[in-house]
């Protein structure tokens, strides 16, 4: 049974994009800001002191699940 709320096509993408930028993470005012906004909400990103984003843990799991479909 499917338990986790579903990701737009927009999101998975916004995820995918904060695993591309790594460490430096990805900068605030970019159009991908509401998918941005949304992962926050949700727990799988979250914005830096610095105002750049970053992936959080369950955020890099989420990924592995459905971007990459790994276990």
Request: charged share 30%; hydrophobic share 35%; with cysteine.
């Amino acid at each position: 049974m499917w338990n986790e709320p579903y990701l737009e096509s927009c999101c998975r993408s916004a995820l995918h994009r904060l695993t591309l930028v790594g460490p430096p993470g990805r900068p605030d005012g970019l159009k991908d800001g509401p998918c941005l906004a949304r992962l926050d909400a949700m727990g799988l990103a979250r914005r830096r002191e610095d105002g750049r984003w970053e992936m959080t843990a369950d955020g890099a799991a989420r990924h592995a699940r459905e971007v990459l479909r790994q276990e």
